[in-house]
């Protein structure tokens, strides 16, 4: 019969354990009392601990792997269960935080930027954004709740491609960033709002307006 010699996380007391020698023989060397050898038929693989394939250089995000969606999925009016709990939303990668709640906000729950889905781009990258956006992330978001991380890694890949903003596809980026860069670099549309300045009688145009802001200590 083969055996196995394992290195234990925690002491082990019964049965009597030691150091790494089987038979006199040192097959390893680990603290005392956290060696195990035991029959190979008696082993099996930890279940908490998923085996990652190794078939290509593709970065891999986990099993639970989410499918496109295409047609038009609208989005739910109520909060329900099956949209609860673990593997449920969009799941971030590498600092993506922030753009994976701003698709959130965007999509989960309403309607107000599906026109963004009809507008005719000629861009081919730009185009390809659209269908990443509608078929890969809003869609399933919407019918099952969840988006896994190869989807919005892909996207990220695309908006730095077209950006000229640096570190979209590595770095964590602010929602306002985000939302510029869809909208106005991708998707060449008009700011959403517009303010007058008090001082100058200027408009300021932008995507994002802050609301509750932080009070000043002094």
Known sequence: YLCAGLEL???????PSNDGIYEGIRYFTCPPQHALFCYLHDCRKD????????KSNAPYFGPNQSLDVHGHVRPSKHLHASQL????????????????ATLFAMFAFHEAFDFLFKIKLKDPDCCEVQRILKDAIVNPLRSTGYVSAEHTFYLRKLLDKISCLDGLETEEKEPEEILNVVLDEVFQIEPLLSFKNGITDEDSK?????????????
């Open 9 to 15: 996380e925690e002491e082990l007391i019964s049965p």
């Open 47 to 54: 279940n908490r601990f998923q085996e990652i394939p190794v």
């Open 85 to 100: 709990g673990r593997v449920k939303g969009i799941q971030g990668n590498n600092n993506s935080c922030y753009l994976d």
């Open 206 to 218: 932008v995507n994002l307006c802050q609301i509750l802001l932080e009070r000043s200590r002094d």
